[in-house]
């Protein structure tokens, strides 16, 4: 099974920037679609940047031209870069992957394997 640990979680005012990191072990993720899904307290996990085995790239508009998400397959790790964060995008952020190379929905049910999470935290 392919195990999914984030890195790089933290507190910022708004307006600055966060990297996350997310490393895949147990398989080679080159295949994989992956994702992030920020969950909010009391709220449900809701996707917002997909990244398929070919590097297109799909992002929700409330993070679109803010936040980009890539992969690098030689190190087997997921990023998503951060800029200009607002407090409305405080949340744990769970990195996800599927074993389908072309899979665009942001729809957690259709993600076989999950990270732990890490904290984001903005502030005003």
């Known amino acids: 099974d392919v195990e999914l640990r984030e890195s790089g979680g933290g507190s910022v005012q708004a307006g600055g920037s966060l990297s996350l990191s997310c490393a895949a072990s147990?398989?080679?993720?080159?295949?994989?679609?992956m994702a992030w899904f920020p969950q909010a307290p009391g709220k449900e996990r809701e996707g917002v940047a997909v990244?398929?085995?070919?590097?297109?790239?799909i992002y929700v508009d409330s993070v679109r031209g803010r936040f980009t998400v890539s992969r690098d397959t030689a190190k087997d790790t997921l990023y998503l870069q951060m800029d200009s964060l607002k407090p409305e995008d405080t949340a744990t952020y769970y990195c996800?992957?599927?074993?389908?190379?072309?899979?665009?929905?942001?729809?957690?049910?259709?993600?076989?394997?999950w990270g732990q999470g890490t904290q984001v935290t903005v502030s005003s």
């Open positions: 990244i398929v085995s070919s590097g297109s790239r």
């Open positions: 996800a992957a599927v074993d389908r190379p072309y899979e665009r929905s942001l729809l957690p049910a259709l993600f076989e394997y």
């Open positions: 147990g398989a080679s993720i080159r295949e994989f679609s």
